[in-house]
Nanobody, 121 residues
Framework: QVQLVESGGGLVQPGGSLRLSCAAS????????MGWYRRAPGKQRELVAV???????NYADSVKGRFTISRDNAKKTVYLQMNSLKPEDTAVYYC???????????????WGQGTQVTVSS
């Protein structure tokens, strides 16, 4: 089994910054893609950013140039640095990882519990 623990959400003024973290633990042999998604009130969940095992990244157009995704494989942790935050960035942010597990074939996807980010003056 795999556990994902998110941290770093909160309330910030427009133009401010936050850094989200998501640490994975469990019987993991390899972590493939790691990503962040968000769900704003009344909207569907959307991809924010993803980083692959070779450190290639992909971002939603709405966050390009403002958000940076990174990973620390030794710590099994993915980060999302969010700068120049806007009210429209307000959402619950979820981390997502694809892993390989000890003694099990195939790949498995897990979600974090979500962390609230509110951008408001």
């Amino acid at each position: 089994q795999v556990q994902l623990v998110e941290s770093g959400g909160g309330l910030v003024q427009p133009g401010g910054s936050l850094r989200l973290s998501c640490a994975a633990s469990g019987s993991i042999t390899r972590i493939n893609d790691m990503g962040w998604y968000r769900r704003a009130p009344g909207k569907q969940r959307e991809l924010v950013a993803v980083i692959s095992s070779d450190d290639s990244t992909n971002y939603a157009d709405s966050v390009k140039g403002r958000f940076t995704i990174s990973r620390d494989n030794a710590k099994k942790t993915v980060y999302l640095q969010m700068n120049s935050l806007k009210p429209e960035d307000t959402a619950v942010y979820y981390c997502n990882v694809e892993v390989r597990l000890v003694a099990l074939p195939g790949r498995y996807t897990y979600w974090g519990q979500g962390t609230q980010v509110t951008v408001s003056s």
